[in-house]
């Protein structure tokens, strides 16, 4: 049976203090696990869309732990392979107070992991392959493409495994520290194969130097949709064609920002594999990102049902205007309507 959309990266464990303290301060630890692609995979498949998701993890408890989480979202996992030598990534996330709000730092222990010796014989693997020839979707990230010299290869050589129809999204996941005394030439490289391309407007400046799609589409001839994250602003759509859409954000009271990137493809991309059009996508992949980040972790504790998903798409333009997220209250499950949006009725 193969997946609709497919992911290519490392999952890590996150560790995070029991409290908000210091890591010097801290005594005891909470776990979960992350990594972009394992959120993007596992969060598709939460939502009703069949996904894979293709890495290699050490054969240790944490690689385990992954695993288990994997399945428990529904993702399929024929594709991670076990490494007895090397060790399943982990991150620490130290959340502190930080004046009127909380400041997130993240600190990763992933060289040498068992992800990073990620290769191009793994991506031609005869269950990986069956995979990636017949996803609609294949997606990953910049973040893949730094992992390791072996990982930056692998990724450069997808078209020639991926299914002539299958859509490849990158998500620029521009990560500067990762590139570190390196040539990013993997990540232009990566990004040249793409059909799909995530950007945040300001790691796209800082990466491209512009954020003009005219541009942008003709340095890249194969790209045919550009979906640009402007932080709290809008979500937006061009296309090849010269087709513009934009979504405004909701209003959302943000626990912690770390991982809307992540839920955002993610609902894009589950939208887009039932067929739905640009604002729907938009505006599912906001809704996932704003359960998000009205929580701690880096993947949401509830996803829309499919009927909720019906009505993120079908609301009017003054009714998601009005939407506000917070923990524990969403507006899509029974909004309250508005008398400027029934129509006008006489006297008979």
């Known amino acids: 049976m193969s997946a609709e959309v497919v992911t290519i990266g490392e999952a890590m464990v996150v560790l995070f203090p029991g409290r908000h303290v210091p890591l010097a301060e801290a005594e005891t630890f909470g776990s979960d696990v992350g990594g972009a692609e394992f959120n993007v995979a596992s969060t598709v498949a939460r939502l009703g869309v069949s996904a894979g998701w293709l890495s290699r993890l050490g054969t240790d408890g944490f690689g385990d732990r992954i695993l288990a989480t994997a399945a428990a979202a529904g993702v399929d996992t024929r594709a991670v392979e076990r490494d007895p030598a090397r060790p399943t990534g982990l991150y620490v996330k130290e959340t ?6 909380m400041r997130t730092r993240m600190h990763y222990y992933r060289a040498g992991s068992a992800a990073s010796a990620l290769a191009p014989e793994h991506l031609r693997s005869p269950t990986a392959a069956a995979l990636l020839h017949d996803a609609a979707f294949v997606h990953t990230s910049g973040i893949t493409a730094a992992l390791s010299a072996t990982s930056a290869v692998a990724v450069a050589g997808l078209r020639e495994v991926i299914g002539p129809r299958t859509t490849l999204s990158v998500d620029l996941n521009h990560r500067p520290q990762l590139w570190r005394g390196r040539d990013p030439e993997a990540l232009r490289t990566l990004i040249a194969q793409a059909d799909l391309l995530f950007a945040g407007r300001d790691e796209a400046e800082e990466f491209f130097g512009h954020v003009d799609p005219a541009r942008l589409f003709a340095d890249h ?28 954000c909701l209003t959302v009271d943000v626990v912690e920002p770390v991982g809307a990137g992540d839920a955002f493809a993610a609902g894009f991309l589950a939208a887009s594999a039932r067929g739905a059009e640009a604002t729907a996508a938009l505006r599912l992949g906001h809704a996932v990102a704003a359960l998000t980040i009205t929580g701690r972790g880096d993947r949401p504790s509830t996803v829309p049902t499919p009927d909720e998903c019906a009505a993120i798409a079908s609301a009017s333009e003054a009714e998601w205007a009005r939407w506000t997220v917070a923990r524990g209250a969403v507006p899509w499950t029974s909004p309250e309507p508005d008398p400027a949006d029934a129509p006008a009725t006489g006297d008979r």
């Open 96 to 101: 502190t107070p930080d004046g009127d709000g």
């Open 221 to 248: 001839p194969r790209l045919r949709t550009l979906v640009v994250k402007d932080d709290a602003v809008r979500a937006s759509a061009y296309q090849r064609s010269g087709d513009e859409t934009h979504v405004p």
